[in-house]
Nanobody, 119 residues
Framework: QVQLVESGGGLVQPGGSLRLSCAAS????????MGWYRQGPGKERELVAR??????KYVDSVLGRFTISRDNAKNTVFLQMNSLKPEDTAVYYC??????????????WGQGTQVTVSS
């Protein structure tokens, strides 16, 4: 079965950087897109960034600070996070999506990795 394994989270000072990785295994197909959600304490889950073959999107709050990238050969997605702020503190979940025959998207999820930004 498809499994997404995340790594790279941790505790950093404000202004610091982290690089999250998410490696997908067990896929018998190509993913139409991959990306990252996050859920902070007392907050709703939000889409942080996504990447497809021809497009990248970011939530406004991370523009200019976060960069999403993808290594198709290794079926891995990355999130480079710079200039981190306390409000970036959250559990970050990667996903990979597959376009189904009925034209809907199905998401596979990583286990989540904690990012804490605090002085």
């Amino acid at each position: 079965q498809v499994q997404l394994v995340e790594s790279g989270g941790g505790l950093v000072q404000p202004g610091g950087s982290l690089r999250l990785s998410c490696a997908a295994s067990g896929s018998r197909f190509s993913f139409s897109g991959m990306g990252w959600y996050r859920q902070g304490p007392g907050k709703e889950r939000e889409l942080v960034a996504r990447i497809t073959s021809g497009d990248t999107k970011y939530v406004d709050s991370v523009l200019g600070r976060f960069t999403i990238s993808r290594d198709n050969a290794k079926n891995t997605v990355f999130l480079q996070m710079n200039s981190l702020k306390p409000e970036d503190t959250a559990v970050y979940y990667c996903y990979a999506e597959r376009l189904l025959s009925d034209s809907t998207l199905y998401k596979y999820w990583g286990q989540g990795t904690q990012v804490t930004v605090s002085s």
